[in-house]
């Protein structure tokens, strides 16, 4: 009789012991792996790609070799360029300009598909090339662009990690435009445009002028 008593009273004890410590809980073992996958999914992101061509372009005035193009003539045929298209030979008047609607206020990754408007081996930061978000410009780490090896096709476009960005609800607007260089007959210029990648944990969008390349 006494055994019996003594192994009841250690099974309850036992049983409250496991209630305390959440051992017996499956909701309370749950709840941190919800909030690690929460975390591992609001880092990771969704990356976006912009056409630099799908921008506005009229208006805009380039800086050409022979002759400055404007307008629709910036965005320029390239079989390596993401959609076939870039824009290039840009200069001072030749601002592109991406806006880009969030649906939240978010921290983004910002990334540019440059090539080297072929200018050879040029050496980039924020003083020489400007890119701002909704005014700010951005810090940016140097950067340089070369020549592709091929005579037929010198564009040779590389993806630039340009950094942390702080994107608003609503539009934002980002701009890239030549700063303080002297890399085409002593007049400032910047490199060709490819698109943007930008990964955020919102969901973002572009207006695309599709007509400049139709």
Known sequence: MKKRVITALLMTAAMVLMTACGGGGT????????????????????EFIFEAEYTVLEGLEGLGVSGS????????????????????????????????????DTTATLKAVLGSNTLGNCTWNPTSFVVTVNGEAVQYEEFTTDNGTDASNQENFKTKNLGEIQLKVGENVIVFVAGDNTYRGNMPSAPSIDCLKITAGAALSMEEVVENIE
């Open 69 to 104: 193009p404007t307008g629709i003539g910036l965005a320029k045929e390239n079989a390596n360029a993401s959609n076939g298209f870039y824009v290039g030979e840009l200069g001072v008047g030749s601002p592109i300009t991406f806006v880009i609607t969030s649906d939240a």
């Open 27 to 46: 909701e309370a073992g749950s709840q941190p792996t919800e909030e690690a996958n929460n975390e591992v999914v609001e880092a990771d992101g969704t």
